[in-house]
């Protein structure tokens, strides 16, 4: 799988910088290049990496990388009808794991035949 390439973000400063350094070596790690954005709303980060191709059972879905500063990394599908975010797996383990561990766990998400997650979390797109 590849991504778009590039980052957008709508602040500058270290702890941004940081995070942009993180994501990226999680993107080198998995082979992938991203694009994404953080946001700073409310003091609270966040990274979106939109990926092309597929997971099993969401065919028609776009696939995104997403990293929050709670919740740590998820993979979500796109639903093509109303942009909204469906959250396939999340890696358990804490935000900031090391960039080999989240790219191989990226990689058995991107493979998974079925997802395996047990619950799906729809997300306001």
């Given at each position: 799988m590849s991504v778009q390439t590039g980052f957008h973000f709508d602040f500058d400063d270290t702890a941004a910088r940081q995070l942009r350094r993180y994501v990226d070596d999680v993107?080198?790690?998995?082979?992938?290049?991203g694009y994404g954005f953080t946001d700073h709303v409310d003091g609270?980060?966040?990274a979106y990496v939109?990926?092309?191709?597929?997971?099993?059972?969401?065919?028609?879905?776009?696939?995104?990388?997403?990293?929050?500063?709670?919740?740590?990394?998820s993979v979500a599908a796109e639903d093509p009808s109303d942009g909204s975010l469906v959250v396939i797996d999340r890696l358990t383990g804490g935000p900031r794991q090391a960039p080999a561990a989240v790219a191989r766990w990226i990689g058995l998400v991107l493979r998974r035949q079925p997802p395996q997650a047990p619950q799906q979390r729809r997300l306001v797109g």
């Open positions: 993107l080198d790690a998995a082979g992938l290049s609270s980060r966040s939109a990926v092309d191709g597929r997971v099993a059972g969401f065919p028609d879905h776009d696939v995104a990388l997403l990293w929050d500063q709670d919740d740590g990394w």
